[in-house]
């Protein structure tokens, strides 16, 4: 996917990307796009969309990939040896998106892929040295993330328990699972409404809860 197509993809920019990833600002653009004094470097993102009026933005799928790599870097797993994981697991698993294959797992300090031996029990294959280890070890961030049955790449994100993206409803802007309302446009109408969650949620036909759920997804998304 290298067009503006947006729809059914999602759509973030730079900010909402790392509000949503909760990494820094500086570290989304870097791993997007080489520094104005490094443009031999390499990003370590392709990214779906070309650039829009001089404006990046990036898919449902570069934002998984995003999040996993920052958990990975911030389980102690080095930028090197993510590049050199994305490179080999790309080949592998033959995609351009292999953080959001389902396969992917890590003990924090290498990175494993999953898969079936020959007896067809589950097995981990040590992505760089490719040495064959057992276990169980799944990072808790990727229980959060659904999979196709068929692509196995990522096609929902359970942020919170109450609050999923998904890139086929609202442009993958955050909404409240259970309506289909996006967070933002809740939190706003609470605010502009004297904060009466109650008000809020007889417009919408929805709970209270819903409302405050919303609320404070956007309130912690601010902070």
């Known amino acids: 996917m290298t067009t503006t197509t947006f729809l059914g993809h999602g759509v973030y920019s730079f900010a909402e990307a ?7 600002p500086a570290r989304v653009r870097e791993w997007f796009c080489s520094p104005l004094y490094e443009r031999s470097r390499v990003p ?3 990214g779906d969309y070309r650039a829009l009026e001089g404006q990046r933005s990036i898919s449902f799928l570069d934002l998984i990939e995003l999040f996993i790599a920052g958990q990975l870097r911030d389980h102690g797993v080095s930028l090197q040896s993510l590049r050199r994981v994305q490179r080999q697991l790309e080949k592998d698993l033959k995609t351009r998106h292999p953080f959001c ?7 924090g300090k290498h990175v494993f ?18 040495q064959r280890v057992f276990s169980t ?3 808790p961030f990727l229980k959060r993330i659904n999979y196709d049955e068929v692509t196995k790449l990522a096609k929902r994100w359970r942020i919170t328990d109450e609050i999923v993206i998904d890139p086929q409803i609202c442009l993958g802007k955050p909404i409240v699972e259970q309506i289909g309302v996006t967070t933002a446009v809740l939190a706003t109408a609470f605010v502009a409404n004297s904060q009466d969650a109650e008000l809020v949620a007889d417009w919408y036909g929805i709970s ?3 409302v405050l759920a919303a ?9």
Do not use: C, W, Y
């Not at 790392?18 to 820094?24: G, N, Q, T, V």
């Not at 999953?114 to 490719?130: A, I, N, R, S, Y």
């Open 18 to 24: 790392a509000k949503l990833s909760r990494l820094r």
């Open 44 to 46: 370590l993102f392709r």
């Open 101 to 107: 294959r389902r396969e992917v797992l890590s003990d």
């Open 113 to 130: 892929t999953l898969g079936l031996d020959t007896q067809g029990k589950h097995e981990m294959v040590e992505v760089l040295t490719h």
């Open 137 to 139: 070890i799944l990072l």
């Open 208 to 210: 209270p809860a819903h």
């Open 215 to 223: 609320v404070e997804f956007e309130k912690n998304l601010a902070g």
